[in-house]
């Protein structure tokens, strides 16, 4: 190889690898959208020539940081904590880092204080949870400021460059058709917060599969929680004090599934014998938890990778997986009637 002086840059790698500037990017950026041997060339390159990508430089150029932002207003500190943990996953070892900004979908400066954040961090990208990425509005927000989005949901909210979603209804009509496969005609529904696509999807599919089975849907077989402990408590206090006999109970979540054993347990119900519960995520607490918790698991992880991988490949994006299957799993909170 020919001596040459300076720093080297993007171009020189792409020129001695023989490809574009934009298959180096993707080197550098750990795309999976390249063949090893390829790869393989590229990095050989780029160690020969001791080349090291200058992100400050590029940002400037782009007018905006390698940063990608994480939007949400949600009580599940679980479903957080997995989401970023799923981004990592996709930035880790890249120039990209992760901006996590909670806000208060409540408040009127909500779009005010969203906008000045997203011009403060010159954003490479941002992610929006669910109920916040159900707002179209904010969408709109997005592209009006340029600024490349994903939105994360249960339901089909935009078109695949710009969305990750889970398949909710038929995987909770699913979960509570085991319930009546098992035997079980009174099962009980703990919602999610009123307002959430992923509540209604999940309340969906739990009436799709009674009505079905001719079983009964009225208001007395469903209490209100919030996504957290302390509101499936209270929902399961609720369903086992009322006039229903329930001999299985759905929640939405696992954490509130949580909540209905600790209620069950409390009047001295024998989980599963007396009452089977089933949850929804399949988070660590299902898994340790006694009896352990009968689930569906929602790939949130898988989700949130792919939803960066797209903001850090636009030109890429619709070849990145959209909708995410979920996938029960049955453990010993569940017995036949």
């Known amino acids: 190889m020919a001596?040459?002086?300076?720093?080297?840059?993007?171009?020189?790698?792409?020129?001695?690898?023989?490809?574009s500037k934009k298959t180096v990017s993707r080197v550098i950026n750990r795309s999976p959208l390249l063949n090893e041997a390829t790869r393989e060339k590229v990095e050989a390159v780029i160690a020969e020539l001791a080349y090291v990508p200058n992100p400050q430089a590029r940002a400037l150029a782009l007018r905006r940081n390698f940063l990608l932002g994480m939007i949400y207003d949600n009580p599940n500190a679980q479903m957080v904590l997995n989401f970023q943990e799923g981004v990592l996953d996709a930035i880790g070892g890249s120039?990209?880092?992760?901006?996590?900004?909670?806000?208060?979908?409540?408040?009127?400066?909500?779009?005010?204080?969203?906008?000045?954040?997203?011009?403060?961090?010159r954003l490479y990208g941002v992610m929006i949870l669910p109920p916040l990425s159900e707002n179209d509005a904010l969408a709109a927000l997005f592209t009006e400021l340029g600024c490349n989005y994903v939105r994360m949901g249960s339901a089909t909210l935009d078109d695949d460059a710009h969305l990750v979603q889970s398949n909710d209804r038929q995987a909770v009509r699913d979960a509570v058709e085991h319930l009546i496969a098992q035997g079980h005609r009174q099962i009980g529904l703990v919602q999610g917060p009123e307002g959430f696509r992923s509540a209604s999807e999940r309340e969906a599919g739990w009436r799709d599969a009674m009505t079905a089975?001719?079983?009964?849907?009225?208001?007395?077989?469903?209490?209100?929680?919030?996504?957290?402990?302390?509101?499936?408590?209270?929902?399961?206090?609720?369903?086992?004090?009322?006039?229903?006999k329930f001999t299985a109970i759905f929640a939405s979540n696992d954490v509130m599934a949580a909540g209905v054993l600790h209620a069950a347990r409390s009047r001295g119900l024998t989980v599963p014998q007396d009452l089977s519960i089933v949850g929804f995520d399949d988070t660590a607490i299902?898994?340790?938890?006694?009896?352990?918790?009968?689930?569906?698991?929602?790939?949130?992880?898988?989700?949130?990778?792919?939803?960066?991988?797209?903001?850090?490949?636009?030109?890429?994006?619709?070849?990145?997986?959209?909708?995410?299957?979920?996938e029960f799993v049955p453990r010993a909170s569940v017995a036949s009637v």
């Open 3 to 19: 001596k040459r002086t300076g720093q080297p840059t993007i171009n020189d790698v792409a020129r001695l690898s023989g490809v």
């Open 95 to 121: 120039e990209f880092a992760l901006v996590v900004r909670p806000v208060d979908r409540h408040s009127p400066d909500l779009f005010d204080d969203i906008r000045a954040f997203i011009e403060q961090q």
């Open 213 to 244: 089975a001719g079983l009964p849907t009225g208001p007395e077989m469903l209490a209100r929680g919030n996504y957290t402990f302390e509101t499936g408590r209270d929902a399961g206090e609720q369903l086992l004090g009322g006039a229903q």
């Open 286 to 326: 299902a898994a340790t938890i006694w009896p352990p918790l009968t689930t569906v698991r929602w790939p949130i992880r898988d989700m949130a990778r792919s939803a960066a991988m797209k903001l850090i490949h636009p030109e890429a994006a619709a070849d990145e997986k959209s909708l995410f299957l979920t």
